[in-house]
């Protein structure tokens, strides 16, 4: 079973900040949080991850609390094309490339 | 940019055919994966494969399944005898060595079994 809990949806009008939170309250020191989308059932697509500081790309931000417990993907500009199924996982991070497990996601829905 | 590709987009099959579906990596990747997504439920991972071997696997990857890497490029998912319930989207993905690796998935195969 995932160890993450997201809401289930979400809105966000075009062009404002969309705010996707997450909790992994067992997340232990040698996990990673990763956030990927889904968009329709295309395959799933990498957005950003991180181990405790704060991540920035071109796609989104990633917010860690200080004790690690939960986090936050920032879309800064949401655009309707960002409509998809957002999904917080946490993974140990080894050398033999741990499988991601996802759960339910959050189906964020941007409009106009 | 480099993509995971994956080939047939759709197949349908007869239940009880073995079927073969394909991927190619990332040129310079070095974990393999599959996973399968059926109808309306969420993503489900099938197996990880690393230095020529299965590195983990989940209870859906049973003796039905198999995969290889018949040569340099290719990544094959191997269903040996097809069930109704095998009916489901599935997708490759790949990853670089290093640890915190992202993976990178294919657009996947959807099969139908009927």
């Known amino acids: 079973d995932a160890k993450t809990t997201q809401p289930t949806s979400m809105d966000c009008a075009e062009g404002r900040a969309a705010n996707l939170p997450c909790n992994h309250s067992?997340?232990?020191?040698?996990?990673?949080v990763y956030w990927y989308r889904q968009i329709h059932s295309q395959g799933p697509q990498y957005i950003i991850h991180?181990?405790?500081n704060n991540e920035t790309n071109e796609m989104a931000s990633l917010i860690i609390t200080e004790d690690r417990k939960s986090s936050t993907l920032i879309l800064p500009h949401a655009t309707l094309r960002d409509t998809a199924v957002y999904y917080c996982?946490?993974?140990?991070?080894?050398?033999?490339?741990?499988?991601?497990?996802f759960g339910k996601g959050t189906t964020l829905s941007v409009s106009s | 940019e480099p993509e995971v590709t994956q080939t047939p987009s759709h197949q349908v099959t007869q239940m009880g055919q073995e079927v073969i579906l394909r991927c190619v990596p990332i040129?310079?990747?070095?974990?393999f994966y599959w996973y399968r997504q059926i109808l309306g439920q969420k993503v489900e991972f099938l197996v990880s494969?690393?230095?020529?071997?299965?590195?983990?696997k989940s209870e859906i990857f049973d003796d039905q399944f198999s995969v290889e890497r018949p040569d340099g490029s290719n990544f094959t998912l191997k269903i040996r005898s097809t069930k109704l319930e095998d009916s489901a989207m599935y997708f490759c993905?790949?990853?670089?060595?290093?640890?915190?690796?992202?993976?990178?998935f294919g657009q996947g195969t959807r099969l139908t079994v009927v």
């Open positions: 993905a790949s990853g670089y060595l290093g640890v915190s690796t992202e993976a990178f």
């Open positions: 067992t997340i232990s020191g040698n996990e990673y």
């Open positions: 996982i946490v993974r140990v991070a080894t050398q033999a490339g741990t499988a991601l497990i």
């Open positions: 040129s310079n990747h070095l974990y």
């Open positions: 991180g181990l405790k």
């Open positions: 494969f690393y230095n020529n071997e299965i590195s983990e």
